[in-house]
């Protein structure tokens, strides 16, 4: 049973950049072209390919009767997935698809580290069956999931931004949402992920002055993690005092998300596993 | 009346070795004459006094139904054209001569002289009917107004029983592949001139034009032009600021809702305002940087497109490196239409592709009018009728009466039909007063269209 159990999480780990993949194309196609077999395929595909990712997670987690999130590669995947599902929750809701190119595209990048980076069984410690753990976790990749959409918009918003503002008129220019929505939807994902990593941090300080008291300062992961939610606050505090504007935030939010991909991979990857200093 | 020689440019498609192979030949296409001018053979002044209005258009009809060579007749009169469709009643010269004594040379004795006419026949016709509706013809490519003009030309036709089988189905058609044009492709899609160009870039930006304060400097034609696309778009916070009020008055006058105030509140005015355009003739710039800084402090943080039409320029060009400034001229608004002309003319293909469908369907609904084919599918619908319901009986008899009863039933439809039948074979498909008759015999048996490749409903006779 633990054979077929394994050999599905193999192949799942192969197909899902190849789905993520797939559906990144055919978004892609829908954008470019605007017609075809990609408008009746590309939903579909990410919709296979999510729930496959969800059936994943799942097995995954009876497979080692830990929250998936253990290692980095965990991390990614889980990340990609709640990407990829706030993007179908958009588009649902707003019946929009001009974006899906650039937010499942990086679904697929995520998905494809978490792939490469994957393969061997994760540690099995005492501390990442607990409650808290997993409510720290999840919050903590809620909200990097949150800021990885808002860098997608931010993305686009500084394109369309350039087009309107220098009057050249290009590929983006006419398929995106507009300028206002983008910005709307940049600012959203911005204050979820940030209320949600918020949460993350203090829950994870509270555990970790608990179980380690004064050595977590130490740790390089919490280091970095409390960098990266210090950037979103002075981001959401000079937006809010209307210091900055769209631009500047949608460059603060690629910002981030620079930040939270070194955190989540060079940091990590210094180590074997999450807070492996500690 | 003498019969007169037709255009010499306009050879009929079944004898042209250049027209595509057996399109209009054998009875697959009516009969149909159109007979027009539109801006590429006829000038302005000339189309001016071609062109129809409603009432007149009545009269037109009406007259050319009071003619013998006419059996329908359809006017598309627009300030681009104005095209006759006629169904000749039996020879096509005769209803030549009837258009253009009636329609044109009372109006423009010269025009045909000058050879400001185009015949089209048959499939041609037809065609040319269709690709008018999807806007291939228009002056600008893809205008959506052309298929209103295309409807209300139906309804007018309509009105004054001036349509038939023929020109209604082909109008229907026609109104459809307009329809299909513009929801399956791009060709109306982009702004293609300059006040919708505004409404574009607005639209690019602000997710709801009602929401959006709107400030027009100048109350000329370009104002006029910009109020009422954005007007019309959704807009509905318009204010419209002019050195000279009386003009800006008459522009109010003209789209109740909108403010006026004086040239010298802009800055002020624009506190509240999304979108600017300037379209005046001003010696000096009415936006400078310095003053639009000083308004943007004072108004929410949200971003204002500045759009100068005015020749000179009257923003200042150092506005457009303001934060959340989005300034453009008519250069620019020039390179967006033209952008959006040259993805019109990628779609030409597509829409092309929809034309020959939708004539397709036109020419197979034709097709099935023919009489041969006709008396066939009624026989088989007869004879598939006579054995379902002979199957449902035949247990309440018994069985040595079967065969008796097959053959009192058989005998029984063949005489139903024989008159019909033969009265049917008997006429010629094509001209006008019969393809209204055949058309309600279809109707009336429900018999449905032949197939595409005209093999269809043929076979199965009793």
């Known amino acids: 049973m633990a054979g077929a159990v394994d050999a599905f999480l193999a192949a799942a780990d192969l197909l899902l950049p190849i789905g993520y993949l797939s559906a990144a194309i055919a978004y892609g196609v829908l954008f470019f072209a605007g017609h075809g077999l990609a408008r009746r395929l590309s939903t579909p595909l990410l919709s296979g390919t999510a729930a496959l990712h969800v059936t994943y997670l799942v097995v995954l987690t009876l497979r080692y009767r830990q929250f998936p999130a253990v290692t980095v590669s965990q991390a990614l995947s889980v990340v990609a997935l709640a990407v990829a599902l706030v993007y179908l929750l958009v588009e649902w809701h707003g019946r929009e698809r001009s974006t899906g190119l650039w937010l499942v595209s990086l679904v697929f990048v995520f998905q494809l580290l978490a792939s490469l980076l994957g393969g061997e069984a994760p540690p099995d410690r005492e501390i990442f069956h607990s409650a808290l753990f997993a409510s720290h976790v999840s919050l903590a990749l809620l909200g990097y999931a949150a800021f990885v959409v808002a860098a997608g918009y931010g993305f686009l918003f500084l394109e369309l931004y350039r087009d309107l503002k220098a009057g050249r008129f290009s590929t983006f220019y006419g398929k995106l949402p507009p300028l206002e929505v983008l910005e709307r939807m940049m600012t959203g994902a911005l204050a979820v992920g940030f209320v949600a990593l918020t949460g993350a941090v203090g829950l994870g300080v509270f555990w970790a002055e608990r179980t380690f008291p004064g050595r977590w300062l130490g740790d390089p992961k919490i280091l970095f993690t409390l960098a990266t939610w210090a950037l979103y606050a002075v981001a959401l505090l000079l937006r809010r005092t209307r210091r900055w504007r769209g631009r500047q935030t949608a460059l603060a939010s690629l910002a981030g998300l620079a930040a939270i991909l070194f955190s989540l991979l060079a940091v990590n990857l210094l180590f074997s596993e999450f807070h492996g200093a500690l | ?462």
């Open chain 2, 1 to 462: 009346m003498t019969a007169a020689a037709l255009p010499t440019d306009v050879s009929d498609p079944r004898r042209d070795p250049a027209a595509p192979p057996g399109e209009a030949a054998g009875g697959r296409f009516p009969p149909l004459l159109l007979i027009g001018t539109d801006f590429r053979l006829s000038p302005l002044a000339l189309r001016e006094r071609v062109a129809y209005e409603p009432e007149a258009a009545e009269d037109l009809l009406v007259s050319l139904l009071a003619r013998e060579s006419v059996a329908e007749a359809s006017l598309l009169s627009t300030c681009n054209r104005t095209e006759l469709y006629v169904l000749p009643r039996r020879d096509e010269r005769p209803a030549y001569r009837s258009v253009l004594d009636t329609a044109f040379l009372p109006r423009a004795p010269e025009i045909e002289r000058e050879g400001r006419l185009y015949v089209r026949r048959d499939a041609e016709a037809g065609r040319h009917l269709l690709r008018v509706a999807a806007g291939l013809e228009s002056m600008v490519l893809g205008e959506p107004e052309i298929l209103g003009q295309v409807r209300q030309a139906h309804e007018l036709a309509e009105a004054v029983g001036a349509t038939g089988a023929v020109t209604r189905r082909l109008l229907r058609v026609a109104a459809e592949t307009g329809r299909r044009a513009r929801a399956e492709t791009a060709i109306s899609t982009g702004a293609v001139s300059l006040g919708y160009a505004v409404v574009e870039l607005a639209r690019n930006i602000f997710s709801d034009l009602s929401q959006a304060g709107v400030l027009v400097l100048g109350a000329g034609e370009t104002a006029r032009q910009v109020v009422r696309n954005l007007l019309d778009r959704g807009a509905r916070r318009v204010q419209v600021a002019n050195r000279g009020a009386e003009r800006a008055r008459r522009l109010a006058e003209e789209h109740p809702g909108i403010e006026t105030l004086p040239l010298e509140a802009r800055y002020e005015a624009l506190a509240a305002a999304e979108v600017v355009v300037a379209t005046t003739s001003a010696g000096e710039p009415l936006l400078t940087v310095d003053g639009m800084r000083a308004a943007l402090a004072r108004r929410r943080p949200r971003p204002l497109l500045a759009v100068d039409l005015g020749v000179p320029r009257n923003v200042e060009e150092a506005v457009g490196r303001l934060a959340n400034v989005f300034l453009h001229s008519i250069d620019s608004l020039d390179v967006l239409i033209q952008r959006n002309l040259r993805r019109r003319r990628e779609e030409v293909p597509r829409v092309e592709e929809i034309v020959e469908q939708e004539l397709a369907r036109f020419s197979a609904w034709y097709r099935g009018l023919a009489a041969e084919p006709l008396v066939a599918r009624l026989q088989k619908q007869a004879e598939e009728v006579r054995r379902r319901e002979l199957a449902a009986a035949l247990g309440r008899f018994p069985p040595e009466t079967h065969d008796d009863l097959d053959r009192l039933t058989r005998s029984l439809v063949r005489k139903i039909l024989h008159h019909p039948s033969t009265r049917l074979r008997g006429r010629r498909a094509g001209e006008g007063d019969e393809i209204e008759r055949l058309d309600l015999v279809r109707e009336l048996f429900h018999l449905g269209e032949e197939d595409d490749e005209g093999g269809g409903g043929t076979g199965g006779g009793a």
